[in-house]
């Protein structure tokens, strides 16, 4: 039997690299995804020919096309994994007042670029990646997301990362059973603090050394959800080297648990949506 093979975004540093190495050692093939053309290509060429770098921007719907196009052709027709893992953090501020105004006086729109590439980027490439695993020999796949504890909680300097990773959690859990009937199973990892190049390097050497959550806690998740077809639709948060599963929050009375349960059918009437 052929290799399985795994799209891995934001590939070429922190989490996505590591993913891709531990995957590696499991016979696993592994296109990496990233706007870092020279730390891809570089790490890629190192690893051998069981990678294959794609210079890609997620939040380019056309690239990350392509990106699909030419992994599904590269893995010899099979695609087993979608890791939407890349990432960035606000690119401009909501609660500051560094306005800038058009000719006449009004201000110019907030840069969203961490909504595009966090959470648009993350929902066209399951849209592709859909396409590609109803293909698949026997069809279906897995989609492990990397949100954050910021999608659980809140990072108050960062309000568009925190809506952005709240809304992958949203999505997960949304997605979760519907999937399910097409065979994909769709999860997300929730981390803590792991030291990556997300965070400035200055801020690196001064973060609180028990507070940063281990790479073998993600690489831990990774197995968790692989190995488990039956996990689907899960949050999972990570922190220092455990796994927290979290659940939504409890319902607050019957009227809420049967909106949030039973009122399937009636939307999907309401909606006209087949499931499949
Ligand atoms: N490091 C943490 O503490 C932490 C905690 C929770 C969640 N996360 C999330 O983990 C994921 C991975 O981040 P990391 O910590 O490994 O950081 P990182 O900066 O080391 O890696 C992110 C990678 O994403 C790539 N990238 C950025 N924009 C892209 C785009 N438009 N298209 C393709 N690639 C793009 C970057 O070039 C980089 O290689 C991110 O989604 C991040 O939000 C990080």
């Known amino acids: 039997m052929s290799q399985p093979v795994a799209i891995i975004t934001g590939a070429s540093s922190g989490m996505g690299f590591a993913v891709t190495k531990h995957l590696l050692g499991d016979g696993w093939r592994v296109v990496m995804a990233d706007i870092d053309e020279e730390s ?26 392509d990106l699909f196009e030419k992994a599904f052709f590269w893995g010899g027709g099979r695609l087993d994994l979608f890791a939407a893992n890349a990432g960035i953090s606000d690119t401009q501020f909501l609660q ?15 840069n969203l670029k961490a909504m595009d590439v966090n959470f648009t980027a993350v929902v066209q490439g399951i849209w592709l990646f859909k396409h590609y695993a109803r293909q698949n020999k026997v ?22 990362y925190t809506a952005s990773k709240h809304a992958l959690v949203g999505l997960t859990r949304a997605l979760g059973t519907t999937l399910d009937q097409q065979n994909i199973q769709i999860n997300a990892i929730c981390p803590a603090f792991v030291s990556t ?27 968790t959800f692989l190995k488990d077809d039956t996990l689907n639709g899960q949050t999972v948060e990570l922190s220092q080297d455990q796994l927290y599963f979290r659940t939504k929050p409890d319902y607050p009375n019957e009227s809420q648990r049967w909106l949030g349960e039973d009122s399937a059918s009636f939307w999907e009437e309401a909606y006209k949506q087949p499931v499949v």
């Open 96 to 110: 500051k007042n560094d306005y800038q105004y058009d000719r006449n006086g009004i201000p110019l729109p907030l």
């Open 139 to 160: 069809a279906g796949g897995k989609v492990v997301i990397t949100s954050s504890s910021a999608g659980l909680y809140q990072m108050t300097t960062n309000p568009i």
């Open 40 to 65: 891809g290509r570089k790490a890629a060429a190192e690893l051998g020919d069981q990678v294959l770098f794609c210079l890609t921007d997620v939040s380019c719907y056309s690239q990350q096309a």
């Open 197 to 223: 190049a997300l965070c400035p390097k200055d801020m690196l050497d001064r973060f609180p050394k028990e507070h940063i959550t281990p790479m073998s806690t993600v690489m831990k998740a990774y197995d």
